[in-house]
């Protein structure tokens, strides 16, 4: 059971955090910060049905989901105006390394975030993502091979034009 103090620190701390893993499912700013609030929403309303130890993977399951109820919903509508709107507009500086990581399917990009970038352990990652263990080290192995073949050919693309 946790208390709204814990709750509320421990969303203040990993704020950031769960909105990047948003970000690795949805490609869109606005259903990121949707899918977090419904999330946390929904966490608040049942916080009650959790041990404390286990709320910082809860939250992140629950976000997970809110992500793929969003992209479910997604699917029947067709976003021209917001293609049209935000294309060629904002280039972020790290172009190459966001295109790389996007090019990634999601069950690659997700472990790869979670281990890499938030430090989750295999066996915890596993949890949040209801795989088993070897599943996850399988695709952390994917993403990285994957990743390496695209960092290798921007290095030998970028040498070709330097000369």
Request: charged share 30%; proline share 4%; glycine share 2%.
């Given at each position: 059971?946790?208390?709204?103090?814990?709750?509320?620190?421990?969303?203040?701390?990993?704020?950031?955090?769960?909105?990047?893993?948003?970000?690795?499912?949805?490609?869109?700013?606005?259903?990121?910060?949707?899918?977090?609030?419904?999330?946390?929403?929904?966490?608040?309303?049942?916080?009650?049905?959790?041990?404390?130890?286990?709320?910082?993977?809860?939250?992140?399951?629950?976000?997970?989901?809110?992500?793929?109820?969003?992209?479910?919903?997604?699917?029947?509508?067709?976003?021209?105006?917001?293609?049209?709107?935000?294309?060629?507009?904002?280039?972020?500086?790290?172009?190459?390394?966001?295109?790389?990581?996007?090019s990634l399917?999601?069950?690659?990009?997700?472990?790869?975030?979670?281990?890499?970038?938030?430090?989750f352990k295999?066996?915890?990652?596993?949890?949040?993502?209801?795989?088993?263990?070897?599943?996850?080290?399988?695709?952390?192995?994917?993403?990285?091979?994957?990743?390496?073949?695209?960092?290798?050919?921007?290095?030998?693309?970028?040498?070709?034009?330097?000369?």
């Amino acid at each position: 059971m946790v208390d709204e103090q814990t709750f509320v620190a421990t969303v203040l701390e990993n704020e950031r955090m769960l909105y990047r893993v948003s970000r690795s499912i949805l490609r869109n700013d606005n259903d990121c910060l949707d899918a977090v609030q419904e999330a946390l929403s929904r966490a608040w309303a049942r916080r009650n049905q959790v041990h404390p130890d286990h709320l910082r993977p809860w939250l992140i399951r629950i976000v997970i989901n809110e992500c793929h109820n969003i992209q479910r919903k997604s699917r029947r509508m067709v976003p021209t105006e917001e293609i049209e709107a935000y294309a060629g507009v904002y280039d972020p500086p790290d172009t190459f390394l966001r295109d790389a990581l996007d090019s990634l399917e999601e069950r690659l990009r997700l472990p790869l975030l979670l281990h890499y970038l938030e430090d989750f352990k295999i066996s915890e990652i596993a949890a949040m993502l209801r795989i088993p263990q070897g599943t996850v080290k399988w695709r952390l192995h994917k993403a990285r091979k994957q990743l390496r073949i695209e960092f290798d050919e921007e290095v030998s693309g970028d040498e070709s034009h330097g000369s």
